[in-house]
């Protein structure tokens, strides 16, 4: 038997049927393509943050409730006393373990498109994936597709991005209400590009007993560290608190992100200068014949190309050495589009002038 067949023996039909997650090699190219921080940290802080790791006890486990660090995520996040945090290693963690509690054959509602581990992650434990198209243009919610999928299939758990990726863009804030008073199920919002946004469900938890709010520090400027969380009613994150790994957040991860986040103006620093290149961004894109750039309350942009050009245009803007995201193969709402992460002001100039010449400018 060929190792092959011996796969195709043991796994189940939902992992076979997987492609798995590709992350592009972006080794020599300007790197616009993962929605991450283009900025690192002065010396001086890397000197504080090193001392500050110096006597970690490596040799032992980590505290397994990370409680030092739940309580400065609770602080920093103005979060209630009444609600609990469970971390995990990246939100992708969170989405799995969350997908991991459903019992066999529940529904998992989400628009589309959004951010593909939803998705991901249900096909691969058997669930059943309910896509909801977005509204054509606006990549607002569907609402009153939403509300029938619901009457009719009766989800377990609605992930809501907020924003979304990759249309950038903040749903309607009473659709998402809507949707809450309407499901039995639960309704997770996936804050993940929060510090861009101005906008969250944060302070809603203590009104809806089936909201979950999730966010990540990856997009703050620590996706390196791997660190995700999700906060909720204590009767909720203790159930899902059951099937986390013993010791998924490392002491040093732990150590990392509890002084990254006493350093909290150096971020709001970063995350303004973001802001302030997107609009730039935005503003130049849209000025190019052609090319339709959609608002957005992220750290990204995505936009339409000509069209069947897409593909071109994306192999242009790599071959004069910067990396964005092609996701024109998705098809549907997506198709002949593009999405570019923020950068530096170097950053985003390289990659405005790689357009321009993809363009024939």
């Known amino acids: ?37 283009p900025y690192s940290w002065p010396e001086a802080i890397k000197t504080e943050w090193l001392a500050c790791l110096r006597d970690s006890p490596i040799n032992r486990y980590p505290d397994p409730e990370a409680k030092q660090l739940t309580a400065t995520l609770k602080q920093q996040n103005q979060i209630a006393d009444d609600c609990a945090l469970l971390l995990g290693n ?48 606006s990549f607002e919610l569907d609402l009153p597709a939403m509300l029938v999928a619901i009457a009719e299939q009766q989800p377990s758990l609605i992930f809501i991005a907020y924003p979304n990726n990759p249309s950038g863009n903040l749903f309607n804030e009473q659709a998402i209400i809507t949707l809450l008073e309407t499901t039995k199920g639960l309704v997770v919002v996936d804050e993940a590009y929060a510090p861009f946004a101005q906008a969250s469900f944060m302070d809603r938890l203590a009104e809806y007993p089936n909201l979950l709010v999730m966010r990540t520090v990856s997009k703050l400027g620590l996706a390196g560290l791997r ?33 990254a986040l006493s350093k909290q103006g150096l971020f709001d620093q970063q995350t303004a200068a973001i802001c302030n290149e997107r609009q730039r961004l935005f503003n130049q894109m849209n000025s190019f014949a052609g090319i339709h750039a959609y608002p957005s309350a992220a750290n990204f942009i995505l936009f339409k190309t000509p069209s069947g050009q897409a593909d071109q245009i994306f192999e242009l803007i790599k071959q004069h050495g910067v990396l964005i995201k092609n996701l024109n193969p998705q098809g549907g709402l997506l198709e002949n589009c593009l999405r570019v992460t923020v950068g530096t002001v170097e950053e985003n100039n390289a990659f405005l002038a790689a357009l321009g010449n993809a363009l024939g400018r």
């Open 1 to 37: 038997m060929t190792t092959q067949n011996l796969a195709a023996s043991l796994f189940r039909k939902e992992v076979l049927a997987l492609s798995a997650y590709k992350v592009a090699d972006a080794q020599g190219l300007v790197k616009l393509d993962a929605m991450e921080n």
């Open 227 to 259: 660190l995700g969380y999700l906060v909720g009613h204590g009767d909720i994150i203790g159930q899902l608190n059951k099937i986390r790994l013993p010791y998924n957040i490392n002491c040093l991860t732990q150590l990392s992100v509890g002084f």
């Open 90 to 137: 990246g939100s992708d963690e969170l989405i799995q373990l969350l997908l991991m509690a459903l019992p066999p054959n529940a529904s998992v509602l989400a628009p589309t498109p959004c951010f593909v581990m939803y998705k991901q992650i249900s096909d691969c434990l058997g669930l059943n994936y309910l896509p909801v198209p977005l509204l054509a243009d």
